[in-house]
Each structure stands twice: as structure tokens, then as C-alpha cells.
């Protein structure tokens, strides 16, 4: 446990590494509870037990890796949810049966829009509403720029897992983001269709 | 990185599918890499949805730079630690 006492070094690396990537660990808190006020709950405990345990960080590897795995071990133990993840991921698989013919359907509505600029909160809501195992491995990944090796070890999976969850989670993505261009009025369902003919 | 031993000779439509969000992700060894470069510089089809998905994902990373954790969070975290005898 790192007290007043502990060396100043030691106190300053916390607060510089740690304290540094606050807003990335609550990210990864959002896509685990999808819940603000439970996300900031994860990311206090979080912060408590990586300060008592900042002896057994070690110095030059990832700062955010080890915090996203503190993060990971204090919502499952919160929540007591790992079974039910279980349950989501199949819930999640079923729902991303796409078909060639959708792809392109799906691409041929999206493609004009991905250059826009506010499209920041449609993608922000579309990863929200993903399954929590989707969610998990697109905030890692996508947004938090970790490996496959690295979202393995957060999540306490396969990395072949991570690689068919991640395929998952972005055509779903995907798929959310072009419907929310049509029921935004940004493309018509015609003009969809359209696009997406070879 | 994701060693492909499979990956001697030049990749068809169908390996360079398969590959292409380890590409994007990094995932691949150099040699797969470029065989899977050398595939889409060369059909247009696969250079086509390469792009798609690529510019998908840099739409998706920037999300990361609209900054979401509310500020009295910062505030009440680090009054936890505080209580646990941080003094930063």
C-alpha cells in the first residue's frame, strides 16, 4: 500500500501515469456498466486499489492496460455478472448473422456519412446499445487503441475471441449506423438500395 | 502480431477479407502485410471495402476526443484517495 510515507517518486508517477488516463478508465467503465453514476463508482474503486497496489505496477509497461484490468475485476466483482456476460454474448452473435447481401446494403448506407463530423454521438449511442462483451472489446480496441494481446488479458479471454467479438460488435455497429442514417433523414432507404447494387 | 504461416504465396478476394481488420488493427506479421497489400492494390472490389472499413474505424476512434467522464468525477476520486493518504 502506497501511504504519505511511500516516496515521493513513487507518489508523483502515480499521479502522473494513473491519474493521467482517468478519462480512458471511465470510458472502459462505461462500456462495462453502461451506467454514468455506476461507471464512476467502478472508476473510484478503481483508483482506491490501484493506489494500494502502485507497488506492484511495473514501471514501462501499460498504464492503462493495468487499470483497465483493475476496472474489469471491480465491476465483475460489483455486479457479480460474468455468467450473465455469457448470456449477451450469444444474444450478440445471434443478432450479427449478416449476410452478403446485407453487408453491402449496410455499406452502401453508411458510406456517404462516414466523413461527417457529427457523427461522433450516433457512433457514441450505437456502441452503448451493443451486447456488454461487444461493447468491452470495441472500447478497447476501437477506441482505446489496445491490442488484441492486451484486450485479451483486460477481458480474461481468447484472443481469437477478441478477434469474433470485435467482427461482431463493428457490423453491428455498422448496421445501427446506417438504420440511424435513415431514420435521421440523412439518406432514404431508396438511395440505400441503390448504393449498395454492384 | 498475428503470424500466418498459411500466408506463403499471393492472398485471392477471400484471404484478403479475412485479414483485412487485422490489417487494420496492426495484428499481422510484415510479410502478411504486404501480401495483403499486394491483393488490394490490385482489385479494386477488396481496395474498395479496405477503405470502407477503414475509414469506419478512424470514425469510430473519434469518439475518444469528445472527452465523456463528467469533471466532479476527477474531483470525487481524487478525495478518495485523499481519505487513503494520497497527498499529490
Not at chain 1, 1 to 22: E, H, I, Q
Not at chain 1, 191 to 197: D, G, H, L, N, P
Request: with cysteine; hydrophobic share 45%; aromatic share 6%.
Amino acid at each position: 500500500m502506497m501511504t504519505d510515507t511511500a516516496p515521493a517518486a513513487d507518489r508523483a508517477a502515480f499521479s502522473a501515469l494513473a491519474l493521467g488516463v482517468m478519462d480512458d478508465v471511465y470510458r472502459f467503465a462505461r462500456s462495462l456498466t453502461r451506467d454514468p453514476s455506476d461507471a464512476e463508482d467502478v472508476v473510484q474503486e478503481t483508483y482506491l486499489r490501484a493506489f494500494r497496489s502502485w507497488h506492484t505496477f511495473q514501471p514501462g509497461t501499460d498504464v492503462k492496460r493495468w487499470l483497465f484490468t483493475i476496472a474489469r475485476n471491480v465491476f465483475l466483482r460489483s455486479r457479480e455478472k460474468s455468467q450473465r456476460e455469457v448470456a449477451l454474448d450469444d444474444d450478440g452473435a445471434a443478432a450479427v448473422e449478416a449476410t452478403q447481401a446485407q453487408e453491402a446494403w449496410v455499406r452502401g448506407g453508411l458510406d456517404p456519412l462516414l466523413d461527417r463530423s457529427d457523427l461522433g454521438p450516433a457512433i457514441d449511442a450505437a456502441i452503448a446499445a451493443l451486447p456488454a462483451s461487444f461493447r468491452a472489446v470495441v472500447t478497447l480496441v476501437d477506441i482505446e487503441d489496445q491490442s488484441y494481446e492486451s484486450t485479451a488479458e483486460v477481458l480474461g479471454i481468447p484472443v481469437g475471441t477478441v478477434r469474433s467479438r470485435l467482427f461482431r460488435a463493428r457490423k453491428l455497429l455498422q448496421e445501427r449506423l446506417a438504420q440511424y442514417a435513415i431514420d435521421a433523414g440523412l439518406i432514404s432507404a431508396r438511395q440505400k438500395a441503390s448504393r449498395s447494387t454492384p | 502480431m498475428k503470424h500466418d504461416p498459411a500466408m506463403k504465396d499471393a492472398v485471392d478476394c477471400t484471404g484478403a477479407m479475412e485479414r483485412l481488420f487485422d490489417l487494420l488493427d496492426e495484428e499481422l506479421d510484415e510479410g502478411t502485410v504486404q501480401r495483403v497489400k499486394k491483393h488490394l492494390g490490385g482489385c479494386t472490389h477488396c481496395f474498395d471495402r479496405a477503405d470502407f472499413e477503414r475509414r469506419f474505424l478512424s470514425a469510430v476512434a473519434a469518439v475518444r476526443a469528445e472527452g465523456p467522464m463528467p469533471g466532479a468525477l476527477r474531483a470525487r476520486v481524487m478525495a478518495a484517495l485523499r481519505a487513503e493518504g494520497w497527498v499529490g
